[in-house]
């Protein structure tokens, strides 16, 4: 699955519930000459799975075969078998089971958000008071660009800015740190009661649709420069 992407639990739960228990059906051939008639070649389709205690399961799925049964085999055996089982189930991308959010944060963690392109700049600010941590009595006040406004329309503001998501994955994924002269957004938390002091997300060109998305010096998705604009726009 795509790095920086939590997978969304209820699709993922949806994916375990259809995986089917896989056993050989029959076994077609030991050794065969020409893999490429069962469609093992160059498979359409694999499954790698790996267990907490370090437990594999890797198949290769071929063709159909006459029967309605699947020709398949391990990676590093030659034997062909099928299996019965349906390969719907396979019919999912990473991006189709991981969440769709570029960066959302529990306000609870949040003490400043800053939002910044090249022109203009956009800081949020809470300060507690009283109690500390998850306790609900904590007394919280809300800045914005300096001045102390009202819990609504910060929280607004805030929605928002985690609300935003990606439109698609990204056909390859790069690994460096982008540029300042690059970055068209930034999407900045200073935070509290995490194991880190910052996090942030980038935004660059990608095409004139598109800008590409940056986290830890690892781009994976897209998102709409349209949806961009409009977030701006709050």
């Known amino acids: 699955f795509l790095r920086n992407r939590a997978v969304a639990a209820d699709r993922f739960q949806q994916l375990l519930e259809q995986l089917p228990e896989f056993s050989i059906n029959r076994f077609v051939a030991e050794r065969p000459e020409n893999p490429a008639q069962y469609g093992l070649a160059s498979p359409q389709r694999e499954l790698h799975l790996t267990d907490k205690d370090g437990n594999e399961l890797h198949l290769l799925f071929g063709n159909e075969s006459e029967q309605g049964d699947v020709y398949a085999k391990l990676p590093e055996l030659p034997h062909v078998f099928t299996v019965a089982a349906s390969l719907d189930f396979l019919d999912h991308s990473a991006f189709d089971l991981t969440d769709k959010f570029v960066l959302i944060i529990n306000i609870k963690n949040v003490t400043e958000l ?72 930034r999407i900045q938390y200073t935070l509290t009661g995490m194991d880190v002091r910052q996090l942030s997300a980038q935004f660059v060109d990608y095409d004139r649709n598109f800008y590409a998305v940056f986290r830890d010096g690892v781009s994976e998705v897209l998102v709409s420069k349209h949806r961009i604009e409009r977030m701006l726009e709050v």
């Open 114 to 185: 800053t939002v910044s392109t090249p022109e203009v700049s956009y800081q949020g600010r809470l300060e507690r008071t009283g109690t500390s941590g998850d306790d609900e009595e904590a007394q919280v006040s809300y800045f914005f660009e300096g001045q102390e406004v009202e819990e609504d329309p910060f929280k607004k503001f805030y929605q928002e800015i985690i609300g935003l998501t990606a439109d698609s994955a990204r056909p390859e994924p790069v690994q460096r740190e982008p540029s300042e002269d690059e970055e068209k957004l």
